[in-house]
């Protein structure tokens, strides 16, 4: 079986043809908020997306805007989170308000649109040296907010690389998406198909128990298959 490296391009193409993503038009994220973004990421630590969805459209009723939210402080955003259901609400709370109350003292306003005119690495640099911002949270606002071509790297795409053997079965998520940043095709589009694609695979086919290797697109290509059927 080719190394790593060598199987990447076919993994990608067929994850892509079996999922069908479309990415959405670049200039379509102009007009998104990326520190919306980042809240709602900040959300997604440890939840499911329903209730990351129901916890973020709690925010916004509760909070009009940021700056309300900053004003009312930790306890009544964890107020807000807890009523809306999910667990580490006060957790959550510290790290939005936090975040706000840097981004008001670095830019003397709450908005994270300047970082579209920053190149990569000082994105990158900013958004992490923000509260709660880890690499993960970091590389889905750069994705998902600013089009920029982060490698987000969830559980679901950790485990397909460590099965897939492109990462050793040891590797932390971190190591896996430095991985993928160096070796997986550069550009927001192919990188926004591959990220997708590869959750929609871990939750449907490549699942943690009982992964459906009967039905998978990947199996001549994965290390792992034969052990599971």
């Known amino acids: 079986m080719k190394g790593p490296e060598a199987r990447l391009p ?4 067929r994850l892509a043809e079996t999922y069908g993503v479309a990415p959405p038009p670049l200039e379509d994220l102009s007009a998104r908020d990326p520190l919306g973004g980042l809240i709602a990421t900040l959300l997604s630590q440890q939840n499911t997306a329903a209730i990351t969805r129901r916890q973020f459209a709690a925010l916004l009723e509760r909070f009009p805007t940021w700056q309300d939210a900053l004003e009312a402080g930790e306890r009544a955003v964890a107020a807000a989170l807890r ?3 999910g667990g ?30 920053l190149p990569d690495p000082e994105v990158r640099a900013y958004l992490e040296n923000l509260p709660g911002v880890g690499m993960k949270t970091a590389s889905c606002v750069m994705m998902f907010d600013l089009g920029r071509t ?26 896996t998406e430095r991985w993928f940043a160096e070796h997986l095709e550069a550009g927001w589009q192919a990188r926004y198909v591959f990220h997708v694609s590869a959750i929609r695979h871990g939750r449907q086919t490549c699942r943690a128990p009982r992964p459906r290797c009967g039905d998978c697109a990947l199996f001549e290509l994965c290390p792992s298959g034969p052990l599971y059927l």
């Open 10 to 13: 076919e993994i990608a193409a």
């Open 83 to 85: 009523e809306a259901g």
């Open 88 to 117: 580490l609400s006060a957790v959550k709370a510290r790290y939005i308000v936090s975040a706000l109350r840097r981004i008001a003292a670095d830019r003397g306003e709450l908005s994270l649109d300047f970082l579209r005119d």
């Open 150 to 175: 982060a490698m987000p790297v969830d559980t679901h795409i950790h485990r397909i690389a460590r099965r897939l053997e492109l990462v050793p079965a040891a590797a932390s998520a971190v190591h």
